[in-house]
């Protein structure tokens, strides 16, 4: 009998276990329907960051891999965030009807490749009938700006400036603030270069050129035109001791006589003029050092002392006629210590200076710019301006200057004789430092 009893009260339990279940399966599934039915909107995005002054910063663009914040209504219940036309993994646990956290793929979202109909936006959807489409822009990592084809042109040359995330570009800002919106042409695949045509008026002083694209700005090492460096130029800025091989009287036939590309600027020498130098041979051109690298002169009033060795450097500009077939360009700063101490290598046809490989300097056909930090020099790794300055007051003899040495590759490659002829002009101590540049301007 008292088993029977038990028997009733464990099947009412169970009964009543299972219409509980019953309800609340059916309050959630009522609560899912009305949840999947309920409209969305975002009113506002939130960029976070941790490490920066506003953790939670109302913003109206964002970058991939950033997280960020929507603000609206509507959110529990949404199965996909779509970013750029691209499914975006989003994490559940952080979503509340009226917020939600995001993390932009990194590696997938597509940003300025993205179809027309989707790029710059955040979909949100619950199901094929009910979404919502913020627009919204989408950039890539921040650009940056890393070189020029020609730091010293004239107007009217179409330069090529490098740099990563160059998509898209609309602006562009030359020192004296002179501003191009036209005739820009960007590498909006991969976004490493673009061209532009040179302004009149650009600011002799020099400075940084700052550009305007789909990613956003970016300043440039502030090399460009940097006019007060020079210490040779053929024409009007002279300092010049002797040459081997070469002498200092200009050159001043215009090359090259064709294209939109920058061209001689008045006078302008040459190495290898006979296009046959042979192997382990060289030629020099010496500037007078004393009294141009003493911390008293303009140079160093100009370039910071304790500037560091990789934040300035030597340019100058040349005009390859040939295919350079052999040789580097050695900027020797500091003359008495051996033929390898205190100087820079240009050697576009050994990559590394490990191998040898003519077809990797492709020639532009125009005059273009090489730069050669002090960073170059394992003799001056880890110093300043100052401590160049001081080797070259200490060097045995007081110049310093570019050759052009038909050397080789030790146990790689012995050099034949160079067929290139070389042009040079504009040679000039520049600073290589890059203004700091932030999305936002309190931080």
Not at 89 to 95: A, E, I, L, S, T
């Amino acid at each position: 009998m008292e088993n029977r009893v038990y028997k009733k009260l464990w099947i009412g339990f169970v009964l009543l276990s299972l219409s509980f279940s019953a309800l609340f399966l059916n309050a959630c599934k009522d609560n899912d329907s009305g949840n999947e039915n309920a409209a969305m909107s975002i009113t506002k995005v939130y960029l976070e960051d941790a490490t920066s002054s506003v953790t939670d910063r109302l913003v109206t663009f964002a970058r991939l891999g950033q997280t960020i914040r929507l603000e609206g209504s509507g959110f529990v219940g949404v199965k996909k965030v779509y970013i750029n036309g691209y499914s975006n993994y989003f994490n559940p646990v952080y979503v509340t009807n009226n917020s939600m956290l995001v993390t932009i793929d990194a590696g997938k979202a597509p940003t300025f490749d993205a179809p027309d109909d989707v790029r710059n936006t955040i979909r949100l959807e619950k199901n094929e009938s009910n979404y919502f489409v913020y627009d919204f822009d989408i950039r890539s990592a921040a650009p940056t700006i890393t070189g020029f084809s020609h730091s010293m042109p004239q107007a009217g040359d179409r330069i090529t400036i490098y740099g990563t995330g160059l998509q898209g570009i609309t602006s562009v800002t030359f020192p004296g603030n002179v501003v191009v919106t036209d005739g820009i042409v960007s590498d909006d695949e991969d976004g490493k270069f673009f061209e532009v045509t040179v302004p009149r008026d650009i600011s002799k002083d020099g400075g940084s050129v700052f550009a305007t694209g789909s990613n956003g700005g970016a300043y440039s090492p502030a090399c460009f035109n940097f006019t007060k460096g020079l210490f040779h130029n053929f024409d009007d800025v002279q300092n010049y001791s002797w040459g081997s091989g070469i002498d200092n009287t200009a050159l001043t036939a215009k090359i090259p006589t064709s294209g939109d590309g920058p061209k001689s600027q008045g006078g302008y020498q040459v190495f290898n003029s006979g296009g046959n130098l042979a192997g382990g041979a060289d030629q020099r051109f010496w500037l007078v050092s004393t009294p141009v690298f003493t911390p008293a002169t303009a140079i160093t009033n100009l370039i910071a002392a304790a500037t560091p060795v990789d934040q300035c450097g030597i340019q100058m500009d040349i005009y390859v006629e040939g295919t350079w077939n052999s040789g580097v360009i050695r900027f020797v700063m500091a003359d008495g210590y051996g033929s390898s101490r205190y100087c820079m290598l240009y050697q576009p046809v050994y990559p590394n200076g490990t191998a040898y490989d003519p077809a990797a300097f492709v020639n532009p056909g125009c005059w273009f710019t090489i730069t050669l930090p002090f960073s170059l020099s394992a003799d001056f790794t880890g110093k300043t301006l100052g401590d160049v300055v001081t080797q070259m007051s200490n060097a045995s003899y007081a110049q310093f200057g570019p050759w052009f040495e038909n050397s080789g590759v030790k146990d790689v490659f012995d050099p034949a004789p160079a067929t290139e002829k070389i042009y040079f002009d504009n040679i000039r101590i520049v600073p290589l430092t890059t203004p700091a540049y932030s999305d936002f301007p309190d931080e």
